[in-house]
């Protein structure tokens, strides 16, 4: 069974940091794209990241670049998400998800607020 | 970036009728590898999203019958053949042909 589960989340102040994380099993890790997507409470939903398989390749929506670093290690089977300078608007339920095959995470809740 | 614009916002059906919700986007969704990258998703009360629909009119894997997808270029429909009570909830359209990959404000399905 196809396993993302995601950990990290939480309260921060505007301006700190946090590291979300997404533990794979079940699938081939190391053999799949990987994306962070994130929907703010109440409203849509906004794909903020995406990682090849072996990490050489990352991209990032406008609003999270230079700010966010997408990663994995794939002989831990865990990409990882790294926020620096979070806002308000970050404020958001964050999901690990493998695009081409569906498999999405149940997402993991960060709150940007003083 | 490429705007979806999903209508209605919000749908009441009666159980057992029929259900359709459009997806418009601001450019051609047809890739350079002649897919056309369009998703569809069902987003129940609590739930993460679940993916019904990829590449326009592919099922997912456990999806019933009764949803369907059509549409090409700019212009996309999801249809669901007759409603259930299990189908409430909100549907995403989703784009994944131009980075950033976009999604639809979605639509909100109620029973009458």
């Known amino acids: 069974e196809v396993q993302l589960v995601e950990s990290g989340g939480g309260l921060v102040q505007p301006g700190g940091s946090l590291r979300l994380s997404c533990a794979a099993s079940?699938?081939?890790?190391?053999?799949?794209?990987m994306n962070w997507v994130r929907q703010a409470p109440g409203k849509g939903l906004e794909c903020v990241a995406r990682i090849n398989e072996d990490g050489g390749e990352k991209y990032y929506v406008d609003s999270v670049k230079g700010r966010f670093t997408i990663s994995r290690d794939n002989a831990k089977n865990s990409l990882y998400l790294q926020m620096n300078s979070l806002r308000a608007e970050d404020t958001a339920v964050y999901y690990c998800i493998q695009y081409s095959r569906g498999w999405w995470g149940q997402g993991t809740l960060v709150t940007v607020s003083s | 970036d490429v705007v979806m614009t999903q209508s209605p916002l919000s749908l009441p059906v009666t159980l057992g009728q029929p259900a359709s919700i459009s997806c418009r986007s601001s450019q051609s969704l047809v890739y350079s590898d002649g897919n056309t990258n369009l998703n569809w998703f069902q987003q129940r009360p609590g739930q993460s999203p679940r993916r019904l629909i990829y590449?326009?009119?592919n099922r997912d894997s456990g999806v019933p019958d009764r949803f369907s997808g059509s549409g090409s270029g700019t212009d996309f429909t999801l249809k669901i053949s007759r409603v259930e009570a299990e189908d409430v909830g909100v549907y995403f359209c989703?784009?994944?042909?131009?980075?950033?990959?976009?999604f639809g404000q979605g639509t909100k399905v109620e029973i009458k």
């Open positions: 989703m784009q994944a042909s131009h980075w950033p990959w976009t």
């Open positions: 079940g699938f081939t890790f190391s053999s799949h794209w």
């Open positions: 590449k326009v009119s």
